[in-house]
């Protein structure tokens, strides 16, 4: 962990997102504001396996950043908008936008309220860094970048317009989620997503579709690198907005790991919750599960459990056996597309 913590921030320095300063050069009276940090583990991706996070939220005489902070309002589309209109193309692609956050640079006059203290070795004099980029842990962090990456498909909008559209309709946070009805449009409309980006110094990588044509021209370093799941090479995934897509069959998959649904003799009502909440399903396509373990929960409150009570009786069984069954899930698999290809070409016949 201390050897990707160093490589994480030294990274982070040597693409000039931050830099060291000497704090007896500030002015009599300045302000500033010093992040706590520390480090996130996610195994499961294929990048970053350590991520440094800064709190925003810790108080420095009374108050934290966040709290003065505006975060300004909602303005890229919802989450269920992006994924349904992801399945009405026959050629789909999906890609990532690298560091998006630090893509953005924050204006010289409030770096100050971004720094840092960091030594890679404890024996060393503590550094301060300022942070020059939008930084992940901060209110308006996200609209922030959103707003910029936007404003880059207005002002691109005249040379790249299906592209700027996308941009502007198709994008949640940093992922890309769009296609085209036929081949040719694909691969035009993702070289041109590809450039108009660029054009922001939004680099985009992890790209990804059902049909490797569409990635003609995109370096083996750039393509999404597909994982997989319950042990089998049929089932490569990714994780387009949080749904297991697999780009080789086009079908929307719902993984549950056996160990995930582990009884442990002590169910609680919060353990309970924490599991229906991790039943993501933006587009209501597993409904009827979750209106099971809903319904468990719904007793659950009529009962009037509290938290961290201990579960027993009928509802403990009516639990356990959900947990058990939840590994049905794996067997699932709906179609993403739901577009008849050449529909047009049969319209006729159909209502002969």
Known sequence: MKNMYQSFLKEYEDLGHCHEIREEDDPPGQQSYYFPHHAVLKPSCTSTKLRVVFDGKAKSNGLSLN?????????????????LRFRKHVYAFSADVEKMYRQVKIDHSQTRYQRIFWRDQ??????????????????PASFLA????????REEKVNFPAAAQVVT????????LSGASTLDSA?????????????????????????EDVLEGVPEQDRETLVRIQDSST?????????????????????????STHIDG????????????KLFDPLGLISPVIVLAKSIMQQLWSDGIGWDDKIEGEVLDKWTIFQHALVKLNEIEIPRCVVVPRSASYRDSWFL
């Open 146 to 153: 959103v707003r910029s990456m936007l404003q880059l498909a």
């Open 169 to 176: 309709e198709d994008c949640y946070m940093d992922d890309v």
């Open 266 to 277: 002590s169910v609680t009502k919060r353990s309970v919750l924490s599991l229906i909440a």
């Open 235 to 259: 089932n490569e995934t990714i994780r387009a907005l949080g749904i297991l897509w697999n780009p080789r069959s086009d079908m929307f998959l719902f993984c549950r790991n056996p160990e």
């Open 187 to 211: 691969k035009q409309l993702r070289s041109d997503i590809e450039e108009l980006l660029k054009r922001g110094m939004f680099p985009v990588r992890k790209w990804c579709s059902n049909d």
């Open 67 to 83: 709290e003065v902070l505006m975060i300004g309002p909602k303005i890229q589309s919802d989450l269920f908008s992006i994924v």
């Open 122 to 139: 404890s024996n060393e004099p503590l550094r301060v860094l300022e942070l020059t980029t939008v930084t992940y842990g901060t209110s």
